[in-house]
């Protein structure tokens, strides 16, 4: 048998040249893969731009899709199920990312309000890879954490878990990191909608880096006008890269869908789609990672002279500065998947050193949990 036919999307960091001496690999941009261009294919390697369903599939010879993403509502799993068609995604791959995003987010929105995140009421909606992480943070900067997450609940029991009216009521923060279901009793379309906003407690920061379709927009902006959140982050959008320019104006920080943009979180979900499709097409793959992750500019964090209430403040903002993303996407919302696509280079806490820190167990500890070399 000759190499095998694969479509991969251009803009998957550090796949070129990887499997090229077992394939043939055409690269495309993400929405421009067409039922033509993938006739003869054998498997696709695609981000969330990419829309796998019957029209696109059918009558082709894809066998085997890996999607770069912890996201799949792209792939039509059922009809790929039922007509053979083998896919995997990326569990987790860059769910430390969004952790550092909502370390950045709730750094920022302690600085803009005046209150410490300490004490404060963390909500997280969905307790999957990406939540467990953003809950343990609540506690590293000492919030009180609740956990809504139904599934879980009924596997589990629901020692550990709330209600979400109950949540909405008492949390200080609500963050949401839940997949987008349309359908079931876990469906999570449109979950963010008046109900929600009415339930939720009078000043709390909301904030959605889930998917765009898990927030109501009108529902959203109604709330905003009578001031019921004191603070409202979006990095999803409904309708995404189209995005609701009355919403972009009222929200407090907003970014193009970069949550789990870093340099790590992206070098992870290459690693994964292409040790799955290595399993697939038995490939000697299987253990492949990047070997060239960038390093980040400045990796050492020096804390001289910074009050030791403001340095793990100070290292997180210093690896990523959540307001510059802030600042791109208001200036230039036509741009959204332009500047998604030529994101710089943001690193995670474990390629940072930090150093004349104040040389308290407690405090080094919170540095050591968040990844942070001393």
């Not at 809504?148 to 949540?167: H, I, K, S, T």
Request: aromatic share 8%.
């Amino acid at each position: 048998m000759g190499k095998y036919k694969i479509i991969a999307d251009h803009k998957i960091p550090y796949l070129r040249g990887v499997l090229e001496p077992y394939a043939e690999v055409t690269y495309l941009p993400g929405r421009d893969i067409t039922k033509e261009l993938i006739r003869n294919a054998d498997a696709l390697i695609i981000r969330t731009r990419t829309l796998c369903n019957e029209s696109l599939l059918k009558d082709t010879g894809v066998k085997f899709i890996s999607t770069a993403t912890i996201g799949y509502d792209h792939i039509d799993t059922a009809w790929c199920e039922a007509n053979g068609i083998q896919w995997a995604n990326a569990p987790g791959c860059n769910s430390s990312s969004v952790m550092q995003y909502i370390a950045s987010v709730l750094v920022t929105l302690s600085q803009l309000k005046h209150e410490s995140p300490e004490g404060k009421v963390l909500g997280v909606i969905g307790v999957g890879h990406v939540g467990s992480k953003v809950a343990a943070l609540g506690r590293i900067l000492g919030m009180h954490v609740l956990l809504n997450d139904p599934p879980r609940a009924r596997r589990e029991g629901m020692d550990g878990f709330v209600d979400l009216g109950d949540l909405l009521q008492e949390a200080d923060v609500v963050t949401l990191h839940v997949p987008l279901e349309k359908k079931g009793p876990d469906a999570t379309w449109h979950m963010a909608d008046a109900g929600f906003f009415e339930k939720m407690k009078k000043g709390a920061w909301f904030i959605n880096s889930s998917r765009g379709s898990v927030t109501d927009n009108s529902a959203l902006v109604t709330a905003i006008k009578i001031n019921k959140p004191g603070a409202v982050v979006l990095d999803v959008w409904e309708g995404e890269p189209e995005i609701d320019r009355e919403l972009l104006s009222r929200v407090t920080i907003a970014t193009p869908h970069i949550a789990g943009y870093s340099a790590d979180g992206k070098a992870a979900g290459t690693a994964m789609a292409v040790r799955s499709l290595a399993r697939f097409f038995d490939l000697p793959l299987t253990s492949w990672y990047p070997s060239e992750v960038p390093r980040p500019q400045h990796p050492v964090i020096d804390l001289t002279g910074v009050p030791e209430k403001e340095q793990l403040p100070a290292a997180i903002l210093h690896t990523y500065t959540v307001l510059e993303d802030d600042k791109r996407l208001r200036l230039s919302p036509d741009t959204f998947e332009t500047q998604r696509e030529n994101y710089p280079v943001r690193r995670e806490f474990p390629a940072y050193t930090v150093k004349n820190h104040t040389p308290v167990p407690v405090h080094e500890e919170k540095f050591r949990k968040l990844g942070f070399s001393i």
